[in-house]
């Protein structure tokens, strides 16, 4: 693992000058606390992961999927967290951090509303002062979101400027750091930003993949052979890829892997893009009707890091787009365009309507209804089971209750071959 | 590191006045005409800004700028055509966001990296570059493409910049630095901080002239700010408010102009008036 932060040429810290030296300082706690625990951060963050948390997650068979596809599938139930998405891992480490560092104020930005959330319970769970910052438009496709940050004490403001989308809201939080950096931490909600965020929240969120490396040895009786997880900025899928990564099959010999007495297997990993209603781009308009930066963007510099980008080519950022608020962004955490790029993990793209038929079917099969951005893996699931075999873990980042109005609409508005019969409740929702 | 002589010579008699505009803002001929009326009203530099989608690091009133801009279709081979049709001569400086300078090459048709960008700013007569998302660690291969084509790259100053930092900043500036008279993003304020004079104290040992921005409104400010040991001002969001009240006013493009120029020149004449008060000993750092 990197601790220049950088990932081949990705990453790095493009941030504005009065940001360095807050970054320099994050740094140093990141090594000294999380890397190091000194003062015994990392246990007391274990501590209120289970506690708190709800920690460990279940890796719960999925009989029917696994029938439907003639493959064991696993899920990994991220949804069961506290707060029902995996973010909280991420929220608690740093405003734990923060507390450690001794700051005084947590700022963060939203997009879909669920790091807002997480961010929120960590912040009164642990006493801290917090401002989310929050795109007008996913203020309104988010509602219940916004109150529940409110209901956690902390205040939210709405970012007008562009489309009103999360990476207005990074950009306006950032301003907001800039101005205050001396007394407040910025929780950054994904692997993306400056050095050290994206190898401190891959770290936090590395729990996932640690429970289930260890959950597959006990249900499986080894490695998996796929997993499969969805991507917009990337931190469900950093979490869920980090203990595989090294699981590529390479030979080895003992010198370079002292620690592993067993010959490593290999682990497919597939990160699943939003490919929205199209992969093609309006450079024209500058919009791109997905978020698949994986997929199809350039290399760029964006929001503190060297990434693959949604960009014009002048390098003007594009409007992305998806069904799902969490996967809208035009960018993508450095260290997955890393692993993208040296093919460690195969980026694939599944469009909104595959999605939204992914979000009825693990409700009808399984009882467990995902968050949008969740159902893009059971969607690329059920198109390409074929090319899969033996054992897959899916990672269900999160619970769809608060997607049950964009998802409603969504199907009302197309023809979802699998969607239930809602006409008769038409009028009340 | 080779030094820009537009830009040497600009510092050479005495303090210079450095106003910013958008490019583009609120259009390409209406900003023209802005940025002329500032060479009229005292400029020694004008900074071009270059319009990026994500400026990260400026305040609402730069932001708005940015957006009217980009609406109005500036794109970077719109701003290099901009600056060749441009009738002033004092030297321009481009105030952009690094992914521009990075892609300028590939919009071209070829590798990404700043050598492209450079060279066409070198060409239509730039004289130097500010990045404000480039901090001194990342900016080895723009500072090299500078050097080939005699651009200076000016550093921006935080008031958080201290020790080590500094110093790897100063073994890369060229021109002048932008010392940032308080924290947060750009915008007009009232007050000019002592966090100013305690970063000019910081820098007296650095033989780079050294002009002092944000928040700088009134000829008062400039002329206290002057008095105190900078050896330039920076305007930005104060003239920018006068393009956006245009705007949003819809006034003659000329009534605009001459606001700005008149603008301009209180902010000039504070520049002199700040460099006559000076005592020796400030003069001293």
Same mark, same amino acid.
């Given at each position: 693992?990197?601790?220049?932060?950088?990932?081949?040429?990705?990453?790095?810290?493009?941030?504005?000058?009065?940001?360095?030296?807050?970054?320099?300082?994050?740094?140093?706690?990141?090594? #000294?606390?999380?890397?190091?625990?000194?003062?015994?951060?990392?246990?007391?963050?274990?501590?209120? $992961?289970?506690?708190?948390?709800?920690?460990?997650?279940?890796?719960?068979?999925?009989? #029917?999927?696994?029938?439907?596809?003639?493959?064991?599938?696993?899920?990994?139930?991220?949804?069961?967290?506290?707060?029902?998405?995996?973010?909280?891992?991420?929220?608690?480490?740093?405003?734990?951090?923060?507390?450690?560092?001794?700051?005084?104020?947590?700022?963060?930005?939203?997009?879909?509303?669920?790091?807002?959330?997480?961010?929120?319970?960590?912040?009164?769970?642990?006493?801290?002062?917090?401002?989310?910052?929050?795109?007008?438009?996913?203020?309104? #496709?988010?509602?219940?979101?916004?109150?529940?940050?409110?209901?956690?004490?902390?205040?939210?403001?709405?970012?007008?400027?562009?489309?009103?989308?999360?990476?207005?809201?990074?950009?306006?939080?950032?301003?907001?750091?800039?101005?205050?950096?001396?007394?407040?931490?910025?929780?950054?909600?994904?692997?993306?930003?400056?050095?050290?965020?994206?190898?401190?929240?891959?770290?936090?969120?590395?729990?996932?993949?640690?429970?289930?490396?260890?959950?597959?040895?006990?249900?499986?009786?080894?490695?998996?052979?796929?997993?499969?997880?969805?991507?917009?900025?990337?931190?469900?899928?950093?979490?869920?890829?980090?203990?595989?990564?090294?699981?590529?099959?390479?030979?080895?010999?003992?010198?370079?892997?002292?620690?592993?007495?067993?010959?490593?297997?290999?682990?497919?990993?597939?990160?699943?893009?939003?490919?929205?209603?199209?992969?093609?781009? !309006?450079?024209?308009?500058?919009?791109?009707?997905?978020?698949?930066?994986?997929?199809?963007?350039?290399?760029?510099?964006?929001?503190?890091?060297?990434?693959?980008? $949604?960009?014009?080519?002048?390098?003007?950022?594009?409007?992305?787009?998806?069904?799902?608020?969490?996967?809208?962004?035009?960018?993508?955490?450095?260290?997955?365009?890393?692993?993208?790029?040296?093919?460690?993990?195969?980026?694939?793209?599944? !469009?909104?309507?595959?999605?939204?038929?992914?979000?009825?079917?693990?409700?009808?099969?399984?009882?467990?209804?995902?968050?949008?951005?969740?159902?893009?893996?059971?969607?690329?699931?059920?198109?390409?089971?074929?090319?899969?075999?033996?054992?897959?873990?899916?990672?269900?980042?999160?619970?769809?209750?608060?997607?049950?109005?964009?998802?409603?609409?969504?199907?009302?508005?197309?023809?979802?071959?699998?969607?239930?019969?809602?006409?008769?409740?038409?009028?009340?929702? | 590191?080779?030094?820009?002589?537009?830009?040497?010579?600009?510092?050479?008699?005495?303090?210079?006045?450095?106003?910013?505009?958008?490019?583009?803002?609120?259009?390409?001929?209406?900003?023209?005409?802005?940025?002329?009326?500032?060479?009229?009203?005292?400029?020694?530099?004008?900074?071009?800004?270059?319009?990026? %989608?994500?400026?990260?690091?400026?305040?609402?009133?730069?932001?708005?700028?940015?957006?009217?801009?980009?609406?109005?279709?500036?794109?970077?081979?719109?701003?290099?055509?901009?600056?060749?049709?441009?009738?002033?001569?004092?030297?321009?400086?481009?105030?952009?966001?690094?992914?521009?300078?990075?892609?300028?090459?590939? %919009?071209?048709?070829?590798?990404?990296?700043?050598?492209?960008?450079?060279?066409?700013?070198?060409?239509?007569?730039?004289?130097?570059?500010?990045?404000?998302?480039?901090?001194?660690?990342?900016?080895?291969?723009?500072?090299?493409?500078?050097?080939?084509?005699?651009?200076?790259?000016?550093?921006?100053?935080?008031?958080?910049?201290?020790?080590?930092?500094?110093?790897?900043?100063?073994?890369?500036?060229?021109?002048?630095?932008?010392?940032?008279?308080?924290?947060?993003?750009?915008?007009?304020?009232?007050?000019? %901080?002592?966090?100013?004079?305690?970063?000019?104290?910081?820098?007296?040992?650095?033989?780079?002239?050294?002009?002092?921005?944000?928040?700088?409104?009134?000829?008062?400010?400039?002329?206290?700010?002057?008095?105190?040991?900078?050896?330039?001002?920076?305007?930005?969001?104060?003239?920018?408010?006068?393009?956006?009240?245009?705007?949003?006013?819809?006034?003659?493009?000329?009534?605009?102009?001459?606001?700005?120029?008149?603008?301009?020149?209180?902010?000039?004449?504070?520049?002199?008036?700040?460099?006559?008060?000076?005592?020796?000993?400030?003069?001293?750092?």
């Amino acid at each position: 693992m990197s601790t220049d932060g950088k990932f081949g040429d990705y990453g790095g810290q493009y941030v504005p000058e009065a940001l360095m030296p807050a970054i320099g300082e994050l740094d140093d706690a990141y090594q #000294r606390y999380v890397l190091n625990n000194e003062d015994g951060f990392m246990d007391e963050f274990r501590e209120r $992961l289970a506690d708190f948390g709800g920690r460990p997650t279940p890796l719960q068979r999925a009989d #029917r999927l696994s029938e439907r596809y003639d493959l064991d599938v696993y899920l990994k139930r991220e949804d069961l967290l506290h707060g029902g998405a995996h973010k909280l891992n991420n929220a608690l480490g740093q405003v734990l951090l923060a507390k450690y560092m001794g700051k005084e104020r947590i700022i963060a930005e939203t997009g879909a509303g669920q790091h807002g959330t997480a961010t929120a319970m960590a912040a009164a769970h642990l006493d801290m002062p917090c401002t989310i910052y929050m795109g007008e438009r996913d203020i309104n #496709r988010q509602r219940p979101n916004v109150f529940r940050m409110k209901l956690n004490g902390s205040d939210v403001k709405p970012v007008t400027a562009g489309r009103g989308t999360l990476k207005e809201a990074i950009s306006e939080t950032m301003r907001d750091w800039a101005a205050t950096v001396e007394s407040t931490h910025y929780v950054i909600g994904s692997v993306v930003g400056p050095h050290p965020f994206p190898a401190m929240v891959r770290d936090f969120q590395a729990v996932i993949s640690e429970e289930a490396r260890r959950q597959a040895q006990e249900k499986i009786g080894g490695l998996p052979d796929s997993v499969i997880a969805c991507a917009g900025g990337g931190s469900n899928t950093m979490g869920t890829f980090a203990n595989f990564v090294d699981d590529d099959g390479a030979e080895r010999s003992s010198a370079d892997d002292p620690s592993g007495d067993e010959p490593r297997g290999r682990v497919d990993l597939y990160a699943v893009e939003a490919g929205g209603s199209s992969l093609a781009v !309006d450079e024209e308009a500058g919009v791109a009707p997905n978020s698949a930066s994986l997929s199809t963007g350039e290399e760029g510099v964006l929001h503190g890091a060297r990434t693959k980008l $949604l960009q014009d080519s002048f390098g003007q950022i594009m409007e992305s787009h998806s069904i799902s608020s969490g996967l809208d962004y035009a960018g993508v955490g450095p260290e997955l365009a890393h692993l993208v790029d040296t093919d460690r993990v195969t980026p694939v793209a599944v !469009d909104d309507d595959v999605a939204l038929e992914g979000f009825h079917r693990l409700s009808q099969t399984e009882g467990i209804i995902p968050a949008l951005e969740t159902a893009h893996a059971f969607g690329y699931l059920e198109e390409h089971h074929a090319e899969l075999s033996g054992s897959v873990i899916v990672n269900v980042s999160g619970r769809g209750d608060k997607d049950l109005q964009s998802a409603i609409e969504e199907t009302d508005a197309r023809d979802v071959p699998n969607a239930p019969d809602m006409s008769m409740f038409a009028e009340g929702i | 590191m080779a030094e820009n002589e537009a830009i040497a010579a600009a510092f050479a008699d005495g303090p210079a006045f450095i106003p910013y505009l958008a490019v583009g803002d609120p259009d390409y001929e209406a900003s023209k005409a802005y940025v002329e009326a500032l060479a009229r009203g005292g400029a020694d530099i004008i900074e071009l800004g270059l319009p990026f %989608s994500e400026p990260i690091a400026e305040g609402s009133t730069i932001q708005n700028a940015i957006v009217r801009a980009l609406e109005g279709g500036m794109t970077p081979s719109r701003f290099f055509e901009f600056v060749t049709e441009l009738d002033v001569d004092v030297p321009l400086v481009c105030m952009t966001y690094y992914n521009l300078i990075y892609q300028y090459g590939r %919009s071209r048709g070829g590798a990404p990296g700043p050598d492209a960008f450079v060279e066409r700013a070198a060409e239509v007569g730039i004289s130097g570059l500010v990045v404000p998302d480039l901090p001194a660690e990342e900016a080895d291969p723009l500072r090299e493409a500078c050097d080939d084509h005699g651009l200076d790259l000016v550093f921006i100053v935080a008031p958080t910049t201290e020790g080590e930092r500094l110093e790897r900043m100063m073994e890369r500036v060229s021109g002048y630095v932008y010392v940032q008279a308080r924290l947060g993003t750009t915008g007009a304020k009232t007050d000019v %901080s002592d966090q100013t004079t305690r970063s000019l104290q910081r820098l007296s040992e650095w033989d780079v002239p050294k002009a002092v921005g944000f928040g700088i409104s009134s000829g008062d400010q400039a002329a206290r700010i002057v008095a105190n040991g900078a050896d330039g001002i920076i305007v930005g969001s104060a003239l920018v408010d006068i393009v956006a009240e245009g705007a949003s006013s819809e006034r003659p493009v000329e009534e605009t102009a001459a606001e700005l120029e008149a603008k301009a020149r209180e902010l000039a004449e504070g520049t002199r008036e700040g460099a006559a008060r000076r005592s020796p000993d400030v003069d001293a750092i």
